[in-house]
């Protein structure tokens, strides 16, 4: 299969903490990008990563890239209700079409 | 600008029935996409065009068919709906492919469709 796989599949953690979510995949990359979504409303998307970096950061969101273990994270930090979604990897296969991961749930507890 | 519109929000067909699902968008992009996903899951794609004219089919394009007749349109078809095609359909939009260059995609509120 094509797809990234992300993990965990859930997260719930308190309001205030930090929450990881990872994701792998298996092709080569021109860069990767992650999207939240909430409940009932389509993607929007978060930031992009390209190959040739390995660290970006935007507001309360840290992303990384490490192309050797063909891996991703997304760090949020001080988490706040308003971050409960769930969020996508995606990332370009070889022939213009974009893979999205399979998502990790997060839920922050107030 | 309002982005990506889709219409309807929400269908129940029946076995064997037809119909078109719009996709608009005002951004003046190239390239547009068609996505279902189904509960749990990450988005598969359904067939993609990069411009006026031209389709692709992308990762489960079975059972649909598409047309770009303008560049701001993207029809999504279904001529024989099943009930393995009960979903939540979203289409997306993007100024490249992504390949080269910057290529966020812009999603839209997406149509929910029961297939009995």
């Known amino acids: 299969s094509q797809q990234g796989e992300e993990d965990p599949q859930a997260l719930s953690i308190q309001e205030g903490e930090n929450a990881t979510m990872n994701c792998s995949y298996k092709?080569?990359?021109?860069?990767l990008q992650w999207y939240r979504q909430n409940s009932g409303r389509g993607l929007v998307h978060l930031i992009l990563?390209?190959?040739?970096?390995r660290e970006k950061h935007s507001g309360r969101l840290r992303v990384t890239l490490d192309t050797s273990k063909k891996s991703s994270s997304l760090l949020i930090t001080a988490s706040r209700a308003a971050d409960t979604a769930s969020y996508f990897c995606a990332f370009y296969s070889s022939a213009s079409k974009i893979i999205f991961g399979s998502g990790t749930r997060l839920s922050i507890r107030p | 600008n309002a982005g990506v519109t889709q219409t309807p929000k929400f269908r129940v067909l029946k076995t064997g029935q037809s119909m078109t699902l719009l996709c608009a968008q005002d951004?003046?992009?190239?390239?547009m996409y068609w996505y279902r996903q189904d509960p749990g899951m990450g988005l598969r794609l359904i067939h993609y065009s990069v411009g006026e004219g031209t389709t692709a089919k992308g990762e489960v394009p079975d059972g649909y068919n598409v047309s770009r007749l303008k560049k701001q349109n993207f029809l999504l078809g279904l001529e024989s709906a099943a009930p393995s095609q009960t979903s939540v359909y979203f289409c997306?939009?993007?100024?490249?492919?992504?390949?080269?260059?910057?290529?966020?995609?812009?999603f839209g509120p997406g149509t929910r469709l029961t297939v009995l």
């Open positions: 951004m003046n992009h190239e390239y």
């Open positions: 092709t080569s990359i021109n860069n």
């Open positions: 997306a939009s993007s100024y490249t492919s992504g390949r080269a260059g910057y290529n966020e995609q812009f």
């Open positions: 990563i390209r190959s040739n970096e």
